[in-house]
């Protein structure tokens, strides 16, 4: 079967999809979790999945999608469209994506500001770009592509780091900033990334924010982290996903939404996974903050 992506069929997708989840707050979607979040019933919250785990035609993991999807908004994560990357996008990849954003019509649809290809591999990482006029330039364009294709605006996830480039000539912020008003996207800020990054490089996490465009994030991460030690003997935090929040992102987290509001907020757990418990506590933690902030608000309407 042809996998491009005809303009005609690009157009036959329908401008539908479900109801954006609000200041609401969501997990990653673990298969292992499935059986006791059916036992529970239909819940407040989402949940976020792997566009990249989903891609194949059927079989039992779109089984599962589908039985969850009856009760809950997703939240489309893709991890390996490579945004950032010198290359064209891959079409075939680009198409599957698409496919998965008209079966499901997931509320919010997501990737990341970084490259993971060359060629025909496909890295498992998300890996850093420089931020200059000629990378501006391919990541507009390279946005374009997918929202012309799911025709839908994408969030564009902020990274987390650990080198930077001499040759950048603008920051981190305001190249964001710069894509976000060419291309019309929305922007998914990780707060945990923004952590991280800050401690490996040495910057200010509250700088950050206070150039960060705020106003344009549609949905935010929260994870755990690793701690390191660089060659040198310093402090290097690792994204690792695998454990719970750490006070320092928590406490960011705040801040934002006292800036922002009430955004859909995700707890990322990819790997040493817990049982579904301890990753719904993390979540109602979330939710805590986020339901303060909705009370302020309504006390200050009021």
Known sequence: MDATIRPEASKAIPLRFSYAPGGVAGTSFKPEHLAAILDEGPQRGFFEVHAESYMGAGGPPHRMLERLRRDYPFSLHGVCMSIGGPSPLNRSHLARF????????????????????????????????????????????????????IRRPLLLENPSTYVAFRSSTMSETDFIRAVAERTGCGLLLDVSNVVVSATNHGFSALQYLADFPLARVGE???AGHAEQSDDEGELLLIDSHDGPVADPVWKLFEIVIARCGPVPTLIEWDSNIPGWPVLKAEAAAAQAILDRCHSMEDRHAA
């Open 98 to 149: 698409r496919g998965l954003v008209a079966r499901y019509q997931p509320a919010l649809v997501s990737e990341h500001l970084a490259w993971s290809t060359h060629e025909t591999s496909f890295f498992n990482d998300l890996l850093p770009l420089p931020y200059t006029k000629a990378t501006l330039d391919r990541v507009c364009d390279h946005i374009d592509e997918v929202q012309e294709a």
């Open 220 to 222: 935010v991460h929260l």
